[in-house]
DNA sequence: AATTTGACTGAGTGCTCAGTCGGTTTTTCT
DNA sequence: AGAAAAACCGACTGAGCACTCAGTCAAATT
């Protein structure tokens, strides 16, 4: 790991439990013994810093989706479904520190005024939802799942498992303990309802 | 409203909106047009301020949760998940920028060191779970709704809704559109399931 | 009318922090 | 080996911040 990876981990790791604002430059320097000059001679500010994190991330996240999804067919779209959300969680615990740090505000209020950050946020949360949304089509298209709005119902789903991992986050409840129950939630909302003969 | 009122609610803005470190008490000043000698006069600290937030959220948030459901009774626990729902979608509403607030990481990262903070937090979240809790049970008492482990079930709606919520606060995506889809969403999760004749 | 009290003021204080810069060390190239 | 380039260092700077304090003003009390 060269110096300016491992000034970018650290950050990330810093940026995600401490906050933006909250963590010093200082901070960074005595996590990585590096002196502050050699943070401003790898990245041109702290604004920067947490671009190239932004950057990374997105990166990462999309060749993950990449790789789990493209090629690969299912037995029916729950089972789609049930992949998408495994995956979800699976990532969620690889780069704990990245999603930990998508999950505060600080990068979308920046977000507002950086183009650039907004564009690296668009990336990562439409990859997200793009996989749901191709669930519920694949679930509909095989008669696996009811007729539901495939991206209303998508941004539902990713609501639930982005709000029960911000539980976590949060420390309100071990979301991990939630997982099997989730996956049962999921698949009775998402079910094609019966004929009504019962 | 008085001056100590005004400084509360203009603080409240700000902090869920700009965040708390990022908010000075000078931008309190300026909104509320007082001096900065005045805000410290009411509130021993900033930490204070927000203290005095969070207590008032709560108080609020408590009274409301208990007007809305003591003494009522509903056709079925589905009706009483719908109120439930409609009701945490209103008070998002009413109370905006609390629960913006509470969205925000740094009252839950305060209440790791500071007890009162962890209380008043307790309490909040203690009474919007337990509700969901209260619907699940009374479904399955009145036959409504499938023999799901409530707190668990309870849980994951709370996940839902709260997710929803903050697509709304990132900007992702407009949880009031989503309303109506959310509600039916939940019906399919929690209905009993049908017996296996069809 | 005199005194006390509570609300309010804003210049001042000491500290923290992002970012700079001149200089040193290490690596790479010839 | 010597020169050039890249990486690194840390004292320093200037701005911004939470909080203080000595004092003003108006209403309430005696």
Do not use: W
Not at 14 to 36: R, Y
Not at 52 to 81: C, N, P, V, W
Not at 158 to 169: E, I, N, P, S, Y
């Amino acid at each position: 790991m060269t110096r300016k990876e491992a000034i970018r981990y650290a950050a990330t790791v810093l940026f995600a439990h401490k906050g933006f604002q909250e963590t010093t430059m200082q901070d960074i320097c005595k996590v990585t013994g590096t002196a502050e000059g050699t943070i401003f001679y790898h990245f041109k500010s702290k604004e920067g810093l947490l671009m190239a994190i932004l950057e990374h991330a997105k990166t990462q996240i999309l060749s993950e989706y990449e790789a789990a999804f493209t090629g690969r067919d299912f037995a029916s779209g729950l089972e789609m479904m049930e992949e998408a959300v495994a995956h979800y969680f699976r990532l969620a615990g690889v780069m704990e520190h990245e999603f930990t740090l998508l999950q505060r505000q600080f990068p979308h209020q920046l977000a507002e005024e950086n183009p650039e950050c907004r564009s690296h946020l668009a990336a990562i949360y439409s990859c997200l939802t793009d996989i749901f949304e191709r669930v519920v089509r694949a679930g509909q298209a095989d008669g696996s799942m009811g007729a539901f709005p495939p991206r209303e119902t998508a941004m539902i789903l990713f609501a639930m498992v982005d709000g029960l991992l911000r539980l976590k986050t949060c420390n309100l409840y071990d979301a991990g303990a939630l997982y099997d129950e989730l996956i049962a939630s999921c698949r009775r909302m998402l079910a094609k309802p019966c004929d009504g003969s019962c």
